[in-house]
């Protein structure tokens, strides 16, 4: 969405409904033919696979099985069998490395590729990892020469660290014409999953936290009083206001926001961000981590030291559950929130469809969407002032995971095409619109996911597939949206900043601003250990300067 076309809608208050739900007068608002809000195909009616496949099992009737899984592969193979004979891959051997995730990723894998092993013969052994062992197990492996996987699953921020030493395979045409690579939403299209012009990933999902929050904890007559919150500064207030309160659905103690205050190998500073982005990510500016001028890091400016000090002022406060020092991303979704604990959350889209279509979820009728919340005022880090306006900056967290194949397979071209029929399977057109509809580690990735009737007749109800799809949707599309870097060692820079953040969490440092500073004074030892002018030099193309 072009920057002038957003200020229009601002103008007009236009709510997210009025631009995404599909309407004449939003599209001939946007100047768009046959597409909303960015979005194309909203029109078009769902052929028969697509809602056969979203019938199983049926929305609100439990989580999917790996029976399920199976179904949904298996009903998916058609483009396979468009490129790969009956038995072709006989005799091969693949191994994959992905994650066991709240059983979810690998588990998924595994189901929707038994019907492809069994169509192609060939045969996939597993290295399942939790996401918090991941950056170490892979960094482990690039380090020592020892890569024992020929398919990994891999977020684009890695894409420095694997591509760009010359690990990974490049995609063969079959394979991109098969999943129908233009279909992807504009943000995840190249430079995402290319490095030196060549593509290497086939996308399985298009990551970006969303703001999840309880309806029945808002509004008139509500627990707490306030009308939803719009900014990180109503965040903070909401969350204080609702202390010794109790929950409406529960009859537990009430909460509000849930921060994870617990690393997560990394993967937990995409939570901080949330908060910072809308402080530090100033309109027309690319630039939120690093200075593109000398790398230098911005982490520890006053815009950052205000997202650090919203969570010291919320512990000092005691406004979070019991031992939330240990809780991770895990925790705070799918324990607590999706439990029934808190009333507001920061994640990928995992919980919009876990909400309605998860045994564990108990407040699928409660909950609202969002992007990113805002501030009502924004640092300006080139003049070093503080601006008196409001500021929204959706945090495009992780650019979703992908599929990907290594040079292990290069040398064998049997084996190497086995390896991208396997990932083009799972990178599937039709099999990506279950996967963001029923609990999988993913969300929408696609155009053609944005489809409102497909996930009503699913069984979804229409104002809930508006609000949840119409968050990532709106974040995607935003003008202001925060989208980190592809450099080697970025989760080193985030794995470093988690353990300096547990420490400021825990009081180890006397305040916000020496927390801040022990971040940034760690990103500089490791920017100069990778080499400050060719991070700086990758950094730079990162933002297309």
């Known amino acids: 969405m072009k920057v002038e076309i957003y200020d229009a809608l601002m103008r007009r208050q236009a709510s997210r409904r009025d631009v995404l739900r ?15 809000g960015g979005i194309p195909g909203m029109a078009f009616a769902a052929d028969d696979l697509r809602a056969q496949i979203l019938q199983i099992p049926g929305v609100g009737k439990g989580s999917p099985t790996d029976a399920d899984w199976q179904k949904v592969g298996e009903l998916c193979l058609g483009p396979t069998k468009a490129n790969v004979k009956q038995g072709e891959f006989a005799g091969v051997e693949l191994t994959f490395m992905g994650l066991n995730n709240q059983n979810l990723h690998n588990f998924l894998f595994r189901g929707f590729l038994k019907p492809w092993e069994a169509y192609t013969g060939a045969k996939i052994n597993w290295i399942d990892l939790a996401q918090a062992d991941y ?3 892979l960094q482990q492996s690039i380090a020592t ?14 894409e420095g660290d694997t591509a760009g030493r010359g690990l990974l395979d490049e995609m063969p045409d079959w394979a991109a014409k098969q999943i129908e690579a233009d279909d992807l939403v504009n943000y995840l299209k190249p430079p995402v999953g290319t490095w030196d012009g060549k593509t290497y990933r086939v996308t399985i999902d298009g990551d970006c936290h969303t703001f999840a929050y309880r309806k029945d904890y808002f509004g008139e007559g509500s627990i707490s009083g306030m009308a939803e919150p719009k900014t990180w ?9 609702l202390i010794g309160k109790t929950d409406p659905l529960t009859g537990q103690p009430a909460y509000g926001y849930l921060d994870p205050l617990k690393g997560w190998g990394g993967f937990g500073f995409y939570f901080i961000e949330n908060r910072a982005t809308a402080y530090a990510k100033y309109p027309g500016d690319p630039a939120w981590l690093f200075d593109p001028e000398n790398m230098k890091p911005l982490v520890n400016n006053p815009a950052w030291v205000q997202a650090i000090q919203d969570v010291l002022d919320l512990i000092a406060a005691k406004a979070y559950p019991a031992d939330q020092i240990n809780a991770d991303p ?3 979704a799918f324990s607590q929130f999706l439990a029934g604990t808190g009333a507001m959350l920061m994640w990928w889209g995992d919980v919009g469809s876990s909400a309605r279509t998860s045994d564990s979820s108990v407040v699928g009728d409660v909950v609202g969407f969002g992007i990113n919340r805002g501030s009502n005022r924004v640092y300006n880090r080139k003049t070093g002032q503080w601006e008196e306006k409001y500021n929204e900056a959706p945090n495009m967290a992780y650019l979703g995971w992908g599929i990907y194949v290594t ?3 290069s040398s064998d071209e049997k084996k190497r095409k086995a390896a991208w029929s396997a990932a083009a399977h799972l990178g599937g057109k039709d099999l990506s619109l279950w996967t963001s509809a029923y609990p999988s580690g993913f969300q929408p990735y696609r155009q053609s996911n944005f489809n409102y009737d497909e996930w009503e007749k699913a069984g979804y109800d229409r104002a809930f597939v508006e609000d949840y ?6 974040s995607y599309n935003h003008p202001n949206a925060a989208i980190e870097p592809r450099i080697p060692g970025i989760f080193q820079y985030y794995s470093v900043a988690e353990d300096e953040l547990a420490k400021g969490f825990a009081g180890q440092y006397k305040s916000a601003q020496e927390t ?10 490791i920017t100069d250990q990778i080499g400050r002018d060719s991070q700086l030099k990758l950094y730079r193309a990162s933002l297309g300067l």
């Not at 020469?145 to 890695?158: N, R, S």
Request: hydrophobic share 50%; glycine share 10%.
């Open 145 to 158: 020469g020892t890569v024992d996987y020929d398919i990994l699953e891999m977020g684009a921020p890695f």
């Open 233 to 241: 500064q109503d965040v903070n207030a909401a969350s204080k206001a």
């Open 407 to 409: 040079k292990r397979v």
């Open 469 to 474: 799809l119409g968050s990532n949707a709106d």
């Open 516 to 525: 801040a500073d022990a971040i940034a004074a760690a990103w500089e030892k």
């Open 135 to 137: 950056n170490a197990r």
């Open 330 to 332: 895990n925790t705070t």
């Open 22 to 36: 599909g309407t004449a007068s939003a599209a001939a608002l946007l100047g768009l033919s046959g597409a909303v």
